[in-house]
């Protein structure tokens, strides 16, 4: 390696992380779909109901 190369390295780490970064944003913005929000989260409404009817019987 030369003394340019070696002088480039850190520039192009740091522009390879502004890039991923970058990346990452623009992904977020175009692609909203986040799996969390749409997952359930223990039983719904009427399972408890149904559970509370049968324990009373």
């Known amino acids: 390696m030369n003394s340019m190369e070696l002088a480039l390295q850190p520039l192009r780490r740091h522009l390879a992380r502004l890039v991923a970064r970058c ?27 149904r559970r509370q009817a049968t324990l009373r019987d």
């Open 23 to 49: 990346v990452t944003l623009i992904d977020g913005v175009i692609n909203p779909y986040r799996p969390e929000l749409y997952y359930m989260r223990g039983p719904g409404p009427k399972c408890r109901a």
